[in-house]
């Protein structure tokens, strides 16, 4: 079955600083993954999602993600912390055309000032 | 596009009552998830409806929750018997199979449910 593995429960950043969030996942056939974002109070909201096209993946916020195969990652970046990107993100894969996805367990960004 | 409607938001329960949380699609979705977030934790998949059949049900699904989705529209999910941990954010997705957001899931607020 197919898992991703979120390395870090908790990040803090500097406002302005790179954001930098791992997720490694495993899977026995091409997966198609997702960042996504949780705001407090709030349901998840999708930043990017990786599906076989280009493995420089761009999504909302200025965020993007990279996949790389070799090393069975797809972490999730971005150039300048805002304050309002504290919230908790989630990587999810999956590999079935149901799309039910199995997601990681989260890590949480704080953005100091 | 009024987005993934979850209803209540809150439930505060006591140990062995029943309870059901309403999940309203984005109207043109076919597809229908449930899944549960505990505290620190990813969400869960549950289960999941294309149209009105229940294609899938995880084994955390329990004798004691049961989903539907009578019209293929809105789905509700009933857990009897509340035990305390069942306390939990029970979030509702939907997706549709086609178009530029192809099998993207949207998620609702989630209805957190507490059990006492």
């Known amino acids: 079955a197919q898992s991703v593995t979120q390395l870090g429960s908790h990040v803090s950043v500097s406002e302005g600083a790179l954001v930098l969030l791992r997720c490694n996942y495993s899977?026995?056939?091409?997966?198609?993954l997702f960042w996504y974002v949780q705001y407090p109070n709030q349901g998840l909201q999708l930043l990017l999602k990786?599906?076989?096209?280009?493995?420089l993946v761009k999504g909302i916020n200025d965020f993007e993600a990279e996949f790389k195969k070799s090393e069975t990652s797809f972490h999730l970046t971005k150039p300048s912390a805002h304050m309002s990107d504290a919230a908790e993100y989630f990587c999810?894969?999956?590999?079935?055309?149901?799309?039910?996805?199995?997601f990681g367990a989260g890590t949480t960004v704080t953005v100091r000032a | 596009d009024t987005g993934v409607s979850q209803d209540p938001r809150h439930k505060i329960t006591k140990r062995g009552q029943n309870v059901t949380f309403r999940c309203d699609p984005i109207?043109?979705?076919?597809?229908l998830y449930w899944y549960r977030q505990t505290l620190g934790q990813g969400p869960e998949f549950l289960t999941y409806?294309?149209?009105?059949?229940?294609?899938?049900k995880s084994r955390l699904l329990s004798d004691r929750f049961s989903a539907e989705r009578p019209k293929g529209s809105f789905s509700t999910l009933e857990i009897q018997r509340t035990e305390q941990g069942d306390s939990a954010m029970y979030l509702c997705?939907?997706?549709?199979?086609?178009?530029?957001?192809?099998?993207?899931?949207?998620f609702g607020a989630g209805s957190r449910l507490t059990v006492l």
């Open positions: 997705a939907s997706s549709f199979p086609r178009g530029a957001g192809a099998n993207v899931l949207t």
């Open positions: 899977s026995s056939v091409p997966p198609y």
């Open positions: 990786y599906t076989s096209a280009a493995t």
């Open positions: 999810a894969v999956t590999i079935s055309n149901d799309y039910k996805l199995s």
């Open positions: 109207s043109e979705h076919n597809r």
């Open positions: 409806f294309q149209n009105e059949a229940q294609l899938e």
